[in-house]
Nanobody, 124 residues
Framework: QVQLVESGGGLVQAGGSLRLSCTAS????????MGWLRQAPGKERSFVAGINYSGRNTYYTDSVQGRFTISRDNAKRTVYLQMNSLKPEDTAVYYC?????????????????WGQGTQVTVSS
């Protein structure tokens, strides 16, 4: 069983930065692909960024490419989302996610393990 706990959300002005963290307990974190998804009010949850088990391969949705950076520290069992040049449309609850499947894969796809979410609010 994998437990995910996010932190780092908050209120920031447009153009500002935040760094989200997600720490995992249980399971084999260093062998899991990880991802961040977000859900804005009235919208469906959507993919933001993903990273493979080693951190070598990263993936982003077009709207955050060049502004957000996903990374991981396997020794700390933590995945990060550095968010720069934030825009009001980035306002959402951000969720950490994994499928909890251990393997040396180079891709990420959403799975069944979720954190509780952390609110990010960007004011204009």
């Amino acid at each position: 069983q994998v437990q995910l706990v996010e932190s780092g959300g908050g209120l920031v002005q447009a153009g500002g930065s935040l760094r989200l963290s997600c720490t995992a307990s249980g399971g084999s974190f260093s062998l899991y692909a990880m991802g961040w998804l977000r859900q804005a009010p009235g919208k469906e949850r959507s993919f933001v960024a993903g990273i493979n088990y080693s951190g070598r391969n990263t993936y982003y949705t077009d709207s955050v490419q060049g502004r957000f950076t996903i990374s991981r520290d396997n020794a700390k069992r933590t995945v990060y989302l550095q968010m720069n040049s934030l825009k009001p449309e980035d306002t959402a609850v951000y969720y950490c996610n994994t499928d909890g499947v251990a393997g040396f894969t180079n891709t990420y796809s959403p799975g069944n393990y979720w954190g509780q979410g952390t609110q990010v609010t960007v004011s204009s």
